[in-house]
């Protein structure tokens, strides 16, 4: 019995301290095999669906759509509306995607409150 209190003295067997013989060898992968080829992540999956189009009714005419279409208009539909919640999300989107060439396709308006003037 004393035998096994000087083998655990040297090393502690435990949560993450595993058995020496039972660790990775040096220069070894854990996952040698590695992903399959072919397998998609989320961001591929959220790409394609984004990416689908779709028929939508709009002002009596029917129109095809990308999704991403369809939940930017919901969003600035919404903050015109005035929603707060989606207007200071548009303007995040609007600060964020900052890109001249949509500056001289588009004039935006910056309305101040009376306690900024």
Excluded: W
């Excluded at 435990?14 to 020496?20: D, H, V």
């Amino acid at each position: 019995m004393e035998e096994d209190k000087t083998v655990t003295d040297k090393y502690d067997i435990g949560y993450a301290n595993p058995p020496k013989h039972c660790r990775f060898k040096k220069g070894r992968s854990g996952n040698p095999a590695g992903r399959p080829e072919g397998v998609k992540n989320f961001g591929q999956y959220l790409f394609k669906a984004l990416n689908k189009t779709t028929s939508v009714t709009f002002s009596k005419k029917k129109l095809k759509m990308t999704m991403t279409e369809i939940i930017i208009r919901r969003l600035t539909s919404d903050a015109t509306r005035g929603d707060l919640k989606y207007a200071r999300l548009m303007v995040k989107l609007m600060k964020r995607f900052d890109d001249e060439s949509l500056k001289s396709q588009y004039k935006f308006v910056i309305i101040k409150d009376e306690d900024e003037r």
